[in-house]
């Protein structure tokens, strides 16, 4: 049973990264998690804390929500789980990842647009799980993919061989093209990688990641997925 874990604010995009889910779920049973993570209220009183608990989402994000309730309630052997988490650590976020049963987390742009200190450390919690990690891209009417290209990391002991096998068990991309990762910066690749993304009609870019220890800077750092806004599949180096 493949499930998905989507983080959301339930912003437009959402709306996309549960068609997504729906792609690659499809011919099989699977769930699909909607995560909406808070800070755990500052209070004393129980009676606050609960108080606190129950804030209420907009008109637009009830909209968004009921969107995704209507599709997914159209799919078959599909289900839907919303599922509100008040604080986060890196334990609590694995044990949703297995209690879950998750196996491929989907980012949408928006929410690696927030602001809030807990989204920023949600994103930053799930590079280090071992569970492979779809970054959509721009576009919000492209559900599915099929060409891929591989940046190859130089460090990793990964054959091109092994990452389209890990691919082939458990999504319906294929690997028409591949490059290395070097220590230009991604304006100097970015000539390189659009030339090839024209020449294969690349619709997915697919890297691999280790863990990394979690810091907070004032600046984000700019990624391939913003520059060029395709969607990337992100795996662990250690599960492909």
């Not at 450390?121 to 280090?128: H, P």
């Not at 009417?141 to 096998?165: C, G, M, R, S």
């Not at 391939?224 to 969607?231: A, E």
Request: aromatic letters at 8%.
């Amino acid at each position: 049973m493949k499930n998905f874990l989507i983080p959301t604010t339930l912003k437009q995009d959402t709306i996309s990264a549960v068609k997504s889910a729906i792609v690659q779920g499809k011919n099989s049973d699977f769930q699909i998690v909607l995560m909406m993570v808070s800070e755990t209220p500052d209070s004393f009183s129980s009676s606050q804390f609960l108080r606190e608990m129950r804030t209420g989402i907009s008109a637009s994000q009830e909209e968004v929500l009921e969107t995704c309730r209507y599709i997914i309630e159209k799919t078959p052997n599909c289900k839907l789980k919303v599922h509100n988490q008040y604080g986060l650590s890196s334990p609590i976020f694995k044990g949703i990842i297995d209690a879950f049963n998750v196996k491929l987390v989907i980012l949408t742009n928006s929410y690696k647009q927030e602001t809030k200190r807990i989204h920023n450390y949600l994103v930053k919690l799930a590079g280090n799980q071992k569970c492979p990690i779809l970054h959509l891209g721009t576009e919000l009417n492209k559900d599915n993919f099929y060409k891929a290209l591989y940046i190859e990391n130089t460090n990793a002991n990964l054959h091109v061989k092994d990452v389209q096998q890990f691919l082939s068990a458990n999504f319906s991309y294929e690997i028409v093209s591949q490059t290395a990762k070097t220590n230009d910066s991604q304006e100097d690749m970015t000539p390189y990688l659009s030339e090839a993304i024209s020449k294969y009609d690349i619709d997915l870019l697919v890297e691999t990641r280790k863990g990394e220890k979690i810091k907070f800077k004032k600046t984000k750092k700019e990624n391939i997925n913003d520059r060029l806004g395709l969607p990337v599949l992100s795996l662990y180096e250690e599960l492909a």
